[in-house]
Nanobody, 116 residues
Framework: QVQLVETGGGLVQAGDSLRLSCAASGRTFSSSTMAWFRQAPGKERAFVAAVGSSTNYADSVKGRFTISRDNTKNTVYLQMNSLKPEDTAVYFC????????????WGQGTQVTVSS
């Protein structure tokens, strides 16, 4: 059974940094695209960043967030710097990007709250 477990969320002040981790188990994702999404209160889930053969970022986080992966640990990370109140959301890890652009596996999410 595949599981994605996110950790590292919390309450921080604007300008602070956080690093989220997503540990995968049940299969290896070293050759699969993995991504981070987020969902703010009252909004739809939105793409944040992805790592596969290259990395991609939402415009709102470019230059502040960095996605990386450690295939030896089957883990993907999201380093978030210069956090803003508008980054407040539940952050979800996703793995195994399908042909239609959706992801097959999702984590349960971790809350990130940025106070002003």
């Amino acid at each position: 059974q595949v599981q994605l477990v996110e950790t590292g969320g919390g309450l921080v002040q604007a300008g602070d940094s956080l690093r989220l981790s997503c540990a995968a188990s049940g299969r290896t994702f070293s050759s699969s695209t993995m991504a981070w999404f987020r969902q703010a209160p009252g909004k739809e889930r939105a793409f944040v960043a992805a790592v596969g053969s290259s990395t991609n970022y939402a415009d709102s986080v470019k230059g502040r967030f960095t996605i990386s992966r450690d295939n030896t640990k089957n883990t993907v990370y999201l380093q978030m710097n210069s956090l803003k109140p508008e980054d407040t959301a539940v952050y979800f890890c996703a793995a195994f990007r399908l042909g239609d652009g959706t992801y097959k596996y999702w984590g349960q999410g971790t809350q990130v709250t940025v106070s002003s």
